[in-house]
Nanobody
Framework: QVQLVESGGGLVQAGGSLRLSCVAS????????MGWYRQAPGTERELVAHFTPGGSTNYADFVKGRFTISRDNAKTMYLQMNSLKPEDTAVYYC??????????WGQGTQVTVSS
């Protein structure tokens, strides 16, 4: 089992920055993909950014140039969010996909951007 805990969300004005963190515990030796999703009210959960199995990064078009994903190792991952916009308001989730396809999700952290 893997447990993921996000932190760092909050309320910020448009143009501001936040840094999200995700700490994993448990059996993390088989992780293939690590990343961040988000979900705004009334919408489906969508990919924000992730590390591929090869270690490269992919970003959704709506965050390119503003958000940066990074990690220390399989245990700790970050999402630096700059130039935040009101439309970035959502619950942000950390996730991992492991060998065999099993996925794990955090409980989410709320990000609210005021105009």
């Amino acid at each position: 089992q893997v447990q993921l805990v996000e932190s760092g969300g909050g309320l910020v004005q448009a143009g501001g920055s936040l840094r999200l963190s995700c700490v994993a515990s448990g059996s993390i030796f088989s992780v293939r993909i690590m990343g961040w999703y988000r979900q705004a009210p009334g919408t489906e959960r969508e990919l924000v950014a992730h590390f591929t199995p090869g270690g490269s990064t992919n970003y959704a078009d709506f965050v390119k140039g503003r958000f940066t994903i990074s990690r220390d190792n399989a245990k700790t991952m970050y999402l630096q969010m700059n130039s935040l916009k009101p439309e970035d308001t959502a619950v942000y989730y950390c996730y991992q996909e492991h060998i065999g396809g099993r996925q794990y999700w955090g409980q989410g952290t709320q990000v609210t951007v005021s105009s």
